[in-house]
């Protein structure tokens, strides 16, 4: 018995994931996290809506709920509005938080809400198949893009950092111990918080662009980030296919309900 | 001590919930419903409560399922555009029993129609929006003091029976203004959910006792549960075994049947001897009530029914109504009868319906269906 099984519904086993699936490692991560951070497994709770990464949540012993396709943070919004005490972290997967529920996303960062989101980057609908998402990079095969994706790929972090989250971060399975250090600073910060976690779908993604070897995947994804310090020596051209990894925002902004608190004197006596 | 103030149909509806314990609104701007959100937003945090304008109608009612999940009173308003919207998560408050408050101030439609233009157009939406089959109970107030009560009544039955709760107003409703009596305070039964659940070990969220309503504590309040608008067993995470499927919907669909008596408000005019009766709900029912009257000082009698409660659809009061009169007119103010189709469902051959539509955007008027009931009188109709 690992001391991480307490946070597990053990009787939910087996897991619905592939074999190969990277989902498992930044849920995996997000676990150790918050055990390291020691928060109290009663008033953490678990936000999550639809598809692979959608659905993991559920197999963790926190309070948890799993809302309609994209709604995750429209209920986290209003449970941190009810109750702000309480830890609220929104796994997402990347067709869930950036386009059905992208409208949310945006907003949930311009209030700087206080909410940790989550979102499992891979570039691939994988509970309906294998269609193409928002961060499908140009050329890659899905079963909606049969002859290569030509829309070109959100850029989660920096549509977030745009419209006002207070930290942001990216990182990916394969660097597992940063990911796991940088979503304990995403859920410890006081604002909306990102995490990207890049992670591979050989079932769905990697079929059908040769290269459903799970290790493969995974050392394309190590390849795919270079640190901010490694960008500045990059020309432009090598830049192009490159994400940036770690910390790409972290500043001091009024909380939501912080601020909806103080300006309205809100009497917390009455409630 | 009660006390007599002018006040506006949309302002009844905020003042009210206020005194039903609302502590979360979250709504978005739409005409005829926007004075509720404004009420709320300068009224709510002097309350205990908190006010949020989300992004869109889909955000409001998610952010209000969420409030109510973790254990707050919620609610938002709208219009038909915004009532579209929250079809979706309207439809997964049912389904994970989430108890939530929608007013819904109804304009004209489909479409943008016309936002300062009353009509009846979303009764069916109210019931059938939503994909799949899941319960609501939707009430239409007819005057601003009924608006005031049965906002009440929304959010108390709403967390009675854990389910959503539609206020079926109208523009005309929305933006009247009326001399209203209303009680104190504390005159009020207010009724707040359960919260006698099983210690943790023992508790399952959807196992139900004998009520057939589940008990759901706080989210974050000490119990670890799943809420999950997929189908799901006792145990509230995902489960497609055929008999779960079967449970779950049935057990939703069919939990507010057991209450049809506590849920189904009607108000009744019976006269002896009468062969016509008129049917009408929501801000339609005041020009009829004139036309009862004036029907009556020309000599004919004509019986009332109004639901009070317009889902469930008050069938029974119907079908008694119908073993005693020869006709029923609807008057509504939508093209297609959507409660004159309830009402022929409901009589069963046993009366004839005549449906009465008006869809220009004005109210009905008490002279045009004084002028059906002549018409219905002489055998015209």
């Known amino acids: ?271 | 001590m009660s006390k007599k103030v002018l006040m506006q149909g949309n302002q009844a509806v905020a003042e009210a919930a206020i005194v039903a314990g609302v502590k979360v609104c979250a709504g978005y701007p739409i005409t005829p419903s926007t004075e509720v959100v404004e009420l709320l937003a300068r009224k709510m945090p002097s309350h205990g409560g908190r006010f949020i304008q989300m992004e869109d109608e889909i955000a409001s009612i998610g952010a209000i399922i969420g409030a109510s999940a973790a254990g707050k009173k919620a609610m938002t308003a709208t219009s038909g555009p915004g009532f579209s919207l929250m079809q979706e998560l309207l439809g997964y408050a049912a389904m994970v029993e989430i108890p939530i408050v929608i007013y819904n101030a109804q304009r004209v439609g489909p479409s943008t129609g016309g936002a300062t233009k009353p009509q009846q157009g979303d009764i069916m939406q109210t019931k059938w929006g939503s994909h799949g089959e899941s319960p609501r109970i939707a009430l239409c107030p007819s005057s601003v003091e009924e608006a005031y009560k049965l906002t009440i009544t929304a959010f108390n039955l709403s967390e009675k029976y854990m389910v959503p709760v539609v206020i079926l107003g109208d523009e005309t409703l929305a933006h009247i203004r009326e001399s209203i009596t209303i009680p104190e305070p504390d005159s009020f039964e207010i009724i707040n959910r359960r919260t006698d659940a099983v210690p943790q070990e023992e508790y399952l969220p959807y196992k139900v006792d004998d009520t057939c309503i589940p008990v759901l504590p706080p989210l974050g309040g000490g119990y670890r549960y799943n809420i999950s608008g997929m189908i799901h067993g006792d145990k509230g995470v995902p489960n497609l075994a055929p008999d779960v499927i079967d449970s779950c919907i049935t057990r939703i669909n069919n939990k507010l049947k057991k209450y049809y008596g506590d849920i189904v408000m009607v108000e009744k005019i019976e006269k002896k001897g009468s062969k016509i009766a008129i049917l009408a709900y929501g801000s339609t029912a005041r020009p009829v009530k004139s036309a009862i009257e004036m029907a009556k000082k020309n000599g004919i009698k004509v019986d009332f029914l109004r639901p009070i409660t317009i889902w469930p659809f008050p069938e029974r009061e119907v079908k008694e109504m119908a073993s005693k009169v020869d006709k029923i007119l609807v008057p509504e103010m939508n093209i297609e009868g959507q409660v004159a189709g309830l009402v022929k469902q409901s009589v069963e051959g046993a009366a004839e319906v005549i449906q009465f539509s008006k869809v220009s955007g004005l109210p009905l008027y008490a002279e045009e269906i004084y002028h059906q009931i002549i018409k219905i009188n002489r055998g015209e109709k």
């Open chain 1, 1 to 271: 018995m690992s001391k991480l099984d307490k946070y597990l519904r053990l009787d939910q086993f087996p897991h619905f994931a592939c074999s190969g699936c990277g989902h498992g490692v930044a849920l995996a991560a997000m676990v150790r996290a918050i055990d390291k951070l020691g928060l109290d497994q009663n008033t953490t709770v678990m936000v999550c809506a639809i598809g692979c990464a959608g659905r993991l949540p559920v197999y963790l012993n926190f309070p948890s709920i799993r809302t309609p396709h994209g709604r995750a943070l429209t209920v986290a919004t209003g449970i941190k509005l009810a109750n702000p005490e309480l830890k609220v972290i929104v796994f997402m997967g990347d067709g869930d938080a950036g386009a059905i529920g992208g409208n949310h996303l945006i907003h949930a960062a311009r209030r700087n809400i206080d909410l940790t989101a989550i979102i499992a980057i891979n570039e691939i609908y994988g509970m309906t198949g294998g269609q193409y998402a928002p961060t499908t990079q140009p050329g890659h095969l899905a079963s909606t893009a049969p002859f290569g994706m030509i829309e070109p790929p959100m850029d989660i972090c920096k549509l977030v950092e745009a419209a006002g989250a207070s930290f942001v971060a990216r990182g990916d399975i394969y660097r597992v111990v940063e990911l796991e250090k940088l979503m304990l600073k995403a859920i410890s910060h006081k604002g909306f918080s990102v995490v990207e976690a890049l992670t591979n779908c050989p079932t769905q993604f990697g079929r059908r662009n040769k290269n459903s070897k799970p290790s493969e995947m995974i050392k394309k994804i190590k390849e795919m980030t270079i640190t901010k310090k490694q960008a500045e020596v990059f020309s432009k051209e090598e830049l192009e296919h490159k994400l940036i990894r770690g910390i790409l925002v972290e500043k001091e902004r009024p909380e939501y309900i912080e601020e909806y608190d103080r300006i309205t004197n809100f009497n917390k006596e009455v409630s």
